[in-house]
């Protein structure tokens, strides 16, 4: 079992939609969360950096966070096709060295 | 700013040549790092420097070599490749390498390597 599940996708929907990304963890120690973005052929961009459980919001992207349940969410409101891209989420551990686990990406197309 | 740079952009090499991959920022980060990522794969990382100390070598082959010149910049060498280590290689740097809000990660935009 991988320490962090991600749906690989693809990912279709129409412009305008409410789009949900989703990770599951196995490992309690993670404690700190993040969704990078990356364009094809292009670095990963930090879009979200949360520790608590609960939910931070930026522009139409929210991030929430249930450490409880080991499960982590991206919403994107009012999708457009510039928001077309890969989404990896990543996390960290507070045990042992502190390295960053990635999903393994989410492939998400907005249809014009 | 929290920008990455990495240069080249593209890379082609035969498995006899030599080449340096190098890497650049200006935020003051003390941590910097180098990942390997293949196709739709997420990015696996490869080596962590901390204060320009090798910290972490995720059991590279040593045909990659890192060196860390200064605290900003970053350089992978590369020797003797193989067709299969073709893949974009980033690098990343955050504040220190530690925990809370420091471990904050900003990628390059990686070098598109190519082994004939």
């Known amino acids: 079992q991988k320490e962090v599940e991600q749906d690989p996708g693809p990912l279709s929907v129409p412009e305008g939609a409410i789009v949900s990304l989703n990770c599951t963890y196995s490992n309690s120690a993670f404690q700190y969360f993040m969704w990078y973005r990356q364009y094809s052929r292009k670095g990963p961009e930090l879009l979200m950096y949360t520790y608590s459980s609960g939910n931070k919001e930026d522009g139409r992207f929210t991030a929430q966070v249930d450490k409880s349940s080991k499960y982590i969410s991206l919403f994107i409101r009012d999708s457009q096709p510039s928001d077309s891209a890969t989404y990896l989420c990543?996390?960290?551990?507070?045990?042992?060295?502190?390295?960053?686990?990635f999903g393994q990406g989410t492939r998400l197309t907005i249809n014009p | 700013d929290t920008e990455v740079t990495q240069t080249p952009k593209h890379l082609v090499m035969g498995m006899t040549n030599k080449k340096s991959l190098k890497c650049e920022q200006h935020m003051g980060h003390r941590a910097m790092y180098w990942y390997k990522q293949k196709a739709k794969k997420p990015p696996e990382l490869m080596f962590v420097y901390s204060y320009e100390k090798l910290s972490i070598n995720e059991s590279v082959p040593s045909r990659f070599s890192p060196e860390c010149p200064n605290s900003s910049l970053l350089n992978l060498h590369l020797h003797a490749l193989q067709p299969e280590d073709s893949a974009l290689y980033l690098c990343?740097?955050?504040?220190?390498?530690?925990?809370?809000?420091?471990?904050?990660?900003?990628f390059g935009p990686g070098t598109r390597l190519l082994v004939l």
């Open positions: 990343a740097s955050s504040q220190e390498g530690g925990l809370a809000g420091k471990e904050t990660q900003y």
């Open positions: 990543a996390m960290i551990s507070i045990q042992g060295a502190q390295k960053l686990v």
